[in-house]
């Protein structure tokens, strides 16, 4: 008359005990509901005299979950789960207190099941964890997923987010897990699945130390490398020592980055297991629920865009909105998919760090480290819609801006290539490199990449934050192949921005509907061919003059607002000369 389904179960699909009448009383001690295709494990009897039991953790989740809410009457049991299985969203509401001796083991997997997720968007299921408890949840196992191979994927979505400005999502089944612990917590035993894209560099972290001969292959025919880098390098002008490979017995440290590589014969996802040392004051730092603090180094160098550059990582098992980090100055990101980087603004940009990703960031002269507040964490990658009063503790709220800062994105385009170089105007900045709003740019590793950046002195900027000035920028491209470019906005910009090319004699105003296509007949680095002129609008006027008399002595190129070049001593209507438009 009574059933017992086990705690490990995760599906229960196809209606097993259809028919069976004289079965009264369902027991499950699963705490995650398992799925079951929309179709009642119970089917095809009289449900009015039948009850289902389900942990006392559980209850509203078995009673709005497909399948499951078809029976009629749902109540709780005393059942403590000895093994966990968490493969979808769950939130665990903890007793005040626990009994002494309950130490389960915690499981948090990813399935090949898609589903709708919250958003709208065709996902995969995958256990996310959140623990609220005003009680310590001592766990005797713990495993998670990290998924750099997953990374590979929402590298798409972010890319084509932060250079286009379009909101396509693309997934894989093999989506890393978040653990989000508001409480405390800790465990006997703690295991990262971390899950990596074959021949691909990954860019990773982990949020305790970990020895390298702590993380093993699945497959023990795979060749691997894991790399640090060397800030002290860089800021002594060795550019071609700046990766470090590290050794069997050395050790990766807390929130600290990492690059790496692996390689086998079969198909990604490449498997590693990893576990924290031992004996290290970190070891339990995946549960902490606090602010983290995350120390940055100084490296003093001739140069400034040489200065006291640090590789760190997101140091939740969550993915997390870089807008909460207590830091203002630019993060340089790497994306897998496209084998270059990308700098983001936790000022402008509203990106989402993945878990155990690791990133590029420049100290500034007075910070000391970078602090990841606990509000940032997520369990997914999506944006959200931040309440006032999360606002207010962000860095944009924070950072001293000017009161007509105009950020202006400019994305090149090519046949599979694309690229995104950022101009900031705001007066109160300086026309020098300024490790607190600039970003110099990174070489993509493979120089088949093309790259955009913009050009002042011996600089190459991914964001250029100035004063207008002569309202003039030098524009860089370093191309992988020959062929066809365009040059556009992201989004338009109050005023109007005009693209100068130099070699074709040509000045075409660009928006974000509207860009300037070109060919390029040589890889390699293009380099004095392409200025923007800015004309922006700054309180209601123009930063140069919308529409001046043109002066006879003056002798520079002129061009019709069509860009053709012209003749200006001869052409009657309006000229555009350096950027401004003029009256002949």
């Known amino acids: 008359s009574s059933v017992t389904l086990p705690s490990s179960l995760r599906r229960c699909a196809g209606a097993p005990f259809y028919g069976c009448g004289n079965l009264k009383t369902v027991v499950t001690n699963a705490v995650v509901p398992p799925s079951t295709d929309n179709q009642c494990p119970l089917s095809g009897v009289e449900m009015n005299d039948v009850k289902l ?34 493969n979808k969203d769950f939130v665990f509401a903890l007793r005040d207190t626990l009994d002494a001796d309950y130490r389960p083991n915690i499981d948090l997997l990813w399935t090949d099941r898609g589903y709708t997720d919250g958003f709208g968007y065709n996902n995969y299921e995958h256990g996310n ?122 050790v990766l440290k807390a929130g600290k980055g990492y690059i790496m590589h692996c390689y086998n014969n079969n198909s990604s996802p490449v498997m590693f297991t990893v576990t924290p040392v031992k004996e290290s004051v970190n070891r339990q730092a995946l549960f902490m629920a606090d602010d ?31 807008r909460f980090l207590d830091f203002t100055a630019p993060l340089t990101i790497w994306n897998s998919r496209y084998n270059n980087y990308m700098a983001v603004s936790p000022v402008d940009d509203d990106f989402i760090l993945s878990p155990g990703e690791a990133f590029f960031v420049q100290r500034p002269v ?31 709220a924070k950072a001293p801006l000017a009161e007509n800062r105009q950020v ?54 991914a964001i250029n934050e100035r004063p207008l000035g002569d309202a003039v920028v030098e524009l860089g491209l370093h191309v992988g192949a020959e062929g066809m470019f365009t040059l556009k906005l992201r989004e338009d910009v109050a005023g109007s921005i005009v693209i100068e090319d130099r070699l074709n004699g040509t000045m075409v105003e660009i928006t974000a509907e509207k860009g300037y296509t070109f060919s390029i007949d040589k890889a390699g680095d293009v380099m004095g061919r392409f200025f923007i002129h800015l004309n922006m609008q700054q309180g209601g006027t123009t930063a140069i003059e919308g529409v001046e008399a043109l002066g006879e002595e003056d002798n520079a190129p002129a061009y019709n607002l069509n860009g053709q070049r012209i003749d200006a001593d001869t052409y009657k209507g309006v000229v555009v000369k350096k950027g401004s438009k003029r009256v002949k």
């Open 129 to 250: 964890l959140t623990i609220n408890s005003r009680s310590k949840l001592p766990v005797n196992n713990f495993s998670m997923y990290l998924s750099p191979y997953a990374k590979y994927y929402l590298d798409y979505n972010q890319y084509n987010r932060i250079v286009n400005g379009s909101n396509y999502y693309n997934y894989t089944q093999y989506n890393p897990t978040c653990l989000m612990v508001n409480g405390e917590m800790r465990a006997e035993n703690v295991t990262i699945n971390l899950m990596n894209q074959n021949s691909r560099w990954q860019f990773i972290s982990f949020p305790f130390d970990v020895r390298m001969s702590d993380i093993v292959p699945a497959d023990s025919l795979t060749q691997w490398v894991v790399r640090e880098y060397s800030g002290e390098n860089r800021a002594n002008n060795m550019l071609d020592s700046t990766w470090v490979d590290l050794k069997k017995d050395d």
């Open 408 to 461: 202006i994105n400019i994305v090149l385009q090519g046949d599979e290539t694309a690229d995104r170089t950022r101009v900031v105007i705001n007066e109160n900045a300086t026309m020098g490199y300024d490790m607190n709003v600039d970003a110099s740019k990174f070489d993509a590793i493979d120089a088949a990449v093309s790259q955009l950046f913009t050009v002042a002195g011996n600089v190459r900027y």
């Open 53 to 86: 039991m389900v942990p006392s953790w559980s209850l509203t989740e078995y009673q709005v979950a497909d399948g499951w809410n078809q029976f009629y009457t749902v109540e709780v049991t005393d059942f403590m789960p000895q093994n966990v299985v968490i």
């Open 366 to 396: 007075d910070q000391e480290n970078i602090t990841f507040a606990k509000e940032g964490r997520q369990t997914h990658n999506h944006v959200r819609q931040l309440q006032n009063s999360d606002m207010e503790q962000m860095p944009r």
């Open 292 to 322: 983290r603090n995350v120390e940055l180094e100084e490296h003093i160098a001739e140069f400034d865009h040489n200065r006291s550059w640090n590789l760190v990582g997101n140091p939740y098992p969550t993915f997390y909105d870089s």
